[in-house]
C-alpha cells in the first residue's frame, strides 16, 4: 500500500513553544504518513523564525522530505491544506496571567479554561478564529479544522454555530489518561477503553473496560493505590467513591475551589507565570542551531503526548481508519441531557465520513447539575464573543460554577474588559 500523502497542513499560531512537539509527531510518524509542507503562521514574527527554524532543523536532523514554510499572510498559509492546526494565544501570556490575577482580588480562580479566564481567552479567541474560518472557506474549504486552542469546547462550539467547517476540538487530558489507566492495569493502552462523559476540560470517567472486562469497581476500590500513578488524577478518594465515577484533572477547581484559590495565592505566582518561565527557557534552545530535537523541558510546558493525539486524528481522518477516540464534536445525541447543537467530549468513530459521538446516554445524576451548569456557561461564553454585549458578558460570566454571586460576576466583567480592551473590539465598537 502506499504511504499516504498530506500536501499541506497549516499550523496557526505556529510560534507556539508546542510547535515541535507537533513536528516531532510527524518524525514519530514518518512510516504511517507524508507530509509535504507544513505552513507555520504567526502573528509574532520574532517567534515564529525562532520556533520556525528549531521545526526546520528537527527535520533535517530527521532527514525527512517536508518543507516548513513560515508565514505572516494568514489566506497564504492556508491556502490549499487539507489540515489547518489551532494552538494560539491571542494576548500572549500577559493576558493569561491577568486573567488569573484580576479574580484572585475577588477570591475566585482565574483558571485560564473552566473559570474567568476561560471566559476571557474565549472572548479574545472566538472573534480571531471565526476571522480564519472565514480565510478556510475561501482558500481550503476542504480542510479540517482541528482546534487545540484553549477553551477547547468553547472554540470548538464556536466554530460548530457559527461557521460551516468541519471542525474537531483537541485535547492531551484523555489520552494522559489512558496512559495512565494502561499503566495502572498493567496494559497496552490500545487495551483501555474509557466511557468518558462531559465537556472539554469537565469530564469524568464514567467507567473503565480492560481488554472489554468492566473493571470500573476495582479502580474504585483501590483508588489510593491508582493515584500513585503520576497521569491518574488527584482527589480525596471519598469524593470519588461518592460521586460513583472518576473526575479528571480539570474538575479540582470546581470541587475544591477555596482550596485552589489559597494555594495560589499562597504561591505568590500565577501557572502563568510559571509557564511564562519555562517558555523563555525553551524558547532560548530553541534558538541555539546546535539544538535538533525537541527538549526535555517541553514535557513541563503541559504538552505531554498532544502531537500523538494530533497525528492519531489525522491519520484516522485521512485513512478511514473509523477507530475510537476521545475528542470534541458536536453533541448531537450523544449526551441527552445536553443541547444537541452544543459541543462535547466523548469517544467518537473517526473516519472520512468525519467524527460520529457514541451514544453515551445519560450522565450520572451525581454529576448531571455541575456539568449543566458548566455548558450553560460554555454556550452563554459563546454568545456573548460574538453579541460583544455587556449584558450577555455579565449573563456568561454569572453561570460560572467558580462565581459565587451577581456583584462579584458584574466586578469581574467590568475589569476584566478594561484590562483586554486591546483584545476586545466587539465589546467597544458599539
Request: charged share 25%; hydrophobic share 40%.
Amino acid at each position: 500500500m502506499a504511504q499516504p500523502k498530506i500536501e499541506k497542513i497549516t499550523v496557526i499560531g505556529g510560534g507556539s513553544t508546542y510547535t515541535p512537539e507537533l513536528i516531532d509527531g510527524f518524525i514519530q510518524h514518518e512510516n504511517d504518513l507524508q507530509v509535504e509542507e507544513i505552513a507555520l503562521y504567526d502573528i509574532d514574527e520574532e517567534r515564529l523564525k525562532i520556533v520556525g527554524g528549531m521545526a526546520q532543523r528537527m527535520i533535517r536532523y530527521a532527514e525527512l522530505d517536508t518543507k516548513i514554510t513560515l508565514n505572516q499572510n494568514r489566506p497564504k498559509a492556508v491556502d490549499g491544506a487539507k489540515f489547518v492546526l489551532s494552538s494560539m494565544r491571542i494576548g500572549h501570556m500577559a493576558a493569561r496571567i491577568l486573567d488569573e490575577k484580576i479574580p484572585l482580588k475577588y477570591n475566585v480562580i482565574g483558571q485560564e479554561t473552566t473559570g474567568p479566564g476561560g471566559t476571557f481567552k474565549a472572548f479574545r479567541t472566538i472573534p480571531v478564529t471565526l476571522d480564519i474560518a472565514k480565510d478556510m472557506e475561501k482558500y481550503a474549504p476542504e480542510a479540517w479544522y482541528i482546534n487545540f486552542t484553549n477553551p477547547s469546547g468553547i472554540m470548538t462550539e464556536a466554530i460548530l454555530k457559527h461557521t460551516n467547517l468541519n471542525v474537531v476540538g483537541l485535547c492531551n487530558n484523555p489520552i494522559n489518561t489512558i496512559a495512565g489507566m494502561a499503566e495502572a492495569f498493567h496494559v497496552e493502552p490500545k487495551d483501555v477503553f474509557l466511557e468518558w462523559v462531559g465537556l472539554n476540560h469537565v469530564n469524568w470517567v464514567r467507567k473503565v473496560f480492560i481488554k472489554g472486562k468492566d473493571l470500573t469497581q476495582q479502580l474504585i476500590d483501590n483508588i489510593e493505590e491508582m493515584m500513585k500513578i503520576e497521569e491518574m488524577p488527584k482527589y480525596d478518594p471519598e469524593l470519588i467513591r461518592t460521586l460513583g465515577v472518576l473526575p479528571t484533572y480539570y474538575l479540582q477547581y470546581y470541587y475544591y475551589h477555596p482550596q485552589r484559590v489559597a494555594e495560589t495565592k499562597a504561591a505568590g505566582k500565577t501557572r502563568g507565570e510559571s509557564v511564562l518561565e519555562v517558555e523563555s527557557q525553551l524558547l532560548k534552545k530553541y534558538a541555539d542551531p546546535e539544538v535538533m530535537v525537541k527538549p526535555p523541558e517541553l514535557s513541563q510546558r503541559g504538552g505531554a503526548r498532544y502531537s500523538e493525539a494530533a497525528v492519531n486524528l489525522i491519520l484516522s481522518l485521512m485513512l478511514d481508519r473509523r477507530d475510537v477516540q476521545i475528542v470534541v464534536a458536536r453533541n448531537g445525541n450523544s449526551i441527552v441531557d445536553l443541547p444537541p447543537d452544543a459541543s462535547v467530549e466523548v469517544p467518537c468513530v473517526v473516519g472520512a465520513h468525519g467524527v460520529t459521538p457514541l451514544c453515551m446516554g445519560h450522565l450520572p445524576e451525581s454529576i448531571r447539575a455541575v456539568c449543566q451548569q458548566a455548558k450553560a456557561w460554555e454556550s452563554a461564553v459563546v454568545k456573548a464573543a460574538v453579541s460583544g454585549s455587556r449584558q450577555d458578558a455579565i449573563l456568561a460570566m454569572l453561570q460560572n460554577p467558580l462565581v459565587p454571586d451577581f456583584p462579584t460576576a458584574v466586578k469581574l466583567v467590568d475589569e476584566m474588559l478594561e484590562a483586554h480592551k486591546e483584545y476586545l473590539p466587539q465589546f467597544f465598537s458599539h
